[in-house]
DNA sequence: TAGAGCATGTAATATGTTACATGATTCC
DNA sequence: GGAATCATGTAACATATTACATGCTCTA
């Protein structure tokens, strides 16, 4: 559900085709959930099912036509409803990553501390991609600001965890 | 793969059969990612085809019979891969209660307020109960240190959200 | 004797990803 | 002339959840 309140969040502010829709989706790092294109697709194709969006053909010269999605105003109250939902409640999080935490006593300590050292490195890109992005648009972009916050809380975590590895070596 | 990973994982310091498996994950409140039970059958049952994990069948007195699963060599490479894997590369998070963050202007801000304050007491919950767990369990699994700093650092935020809505009324 | 616990699973459904298909247009 | 972009989607597969089925035992 969560994703299709984010295309009907999106779609609100800006009636958007599904193209359209997937770049936004894709050069915005600042995602709190993943959405590929062809999932995207096939939402809007349930909800335009369901009745909480509707389309019309558009066509610019001579390119393909284009499907631009409106909300309805049954998919405006859904919205509505899943938006409270969602802010009221905590879904929970998933992390894949740290599945792995509990078990790094199975390796040999230098090898753990190397491979956390990789993550640190990756972890440090993604939150200096999202350092770059300028105030103006984290002032309207919760999300963004949440995962930067996030990313920056998971940097020190991770430092003081290799340090306590090897410390204890 | 991060299920497996946590089977595998749990299964290599304790042979287990589905159901004693299934109360370990259930109470514990410091997992992080979900695994039912009808899918944590199934993932022992696809392990098994795959020739991860054997099991014995027991019985104990007159009681439905069990299958106790024991890690194979090939499942204990399959282990340090996946682990390997895991503490050195940074599989996305998900953050399925972020994605409303971005339309809370939707809402007047009253209700907004109330919303997000619901939620802090949720996540407060879930925060509490991880505090309770005792430090020599803290110590050997890092996972719920990692979720007790990930709330911690959520209420945190929620706070200052809540704040800044509240004073820019 | 009724209900909770033990122990396994299946069937139906929902959800999501990957790779592929199409065919025009624009840019180099 | 060839690659990238525009724009839509489908088919096959992978993954996961929900509700249900079974049948025994132990406890109140």
Redesign the pocket.
């Known amino acids: ?3 299709k309140l984010l295309l009907l969040g999106y779609l609100l502010s800006h009636s958007m ?7 936004v989706l894709q050069h915005s790092a600042g995602l709190p959930i ?6 995207a ?6 909800m335009e099912t369901d009745g909480w969006v509707t389309y019309r053909e558009e066509q ?9 999605y409106t909300v309805t105003k049954e998919g405006k109250a859904v919205f509505y409803r899943l938006l409270r939902e969602n802010l009221s409640a905590c879904p929970t999080p998933e992390f894949p990553a740290a599945v792995g935490l509990d078990f790094v006593h199975a390796l040999p300590v230098e090898e753990a501390v190397a491979l956390l050292e990789q993550r640190r490195q990756a972890v440090e890109a993604r939150f200096q991609q999202l350092d770059t992005v300028p105030d103006e648009i984290l002032q309207s972009h919760l999300t963004i600001e949440y995962l930067h916050h996030y990313y920056g809380s998971e940097l020190e975590w991770l430092a003081v965890i290799i340090d306590r590895l090897q410390t204890k070596d």
Do not use: A, D, W
Request: glycine share 10%; net charge positive.
């Open positions: 559900m969560e994703k085709h599904g193209y359209q829709l997937n770049q993943t959405l590929t294109k062809s999932n697709y096939k939402l809007l194709g349930n610019e010269g001579n390119r393909p036509s284009r499907r631009v």
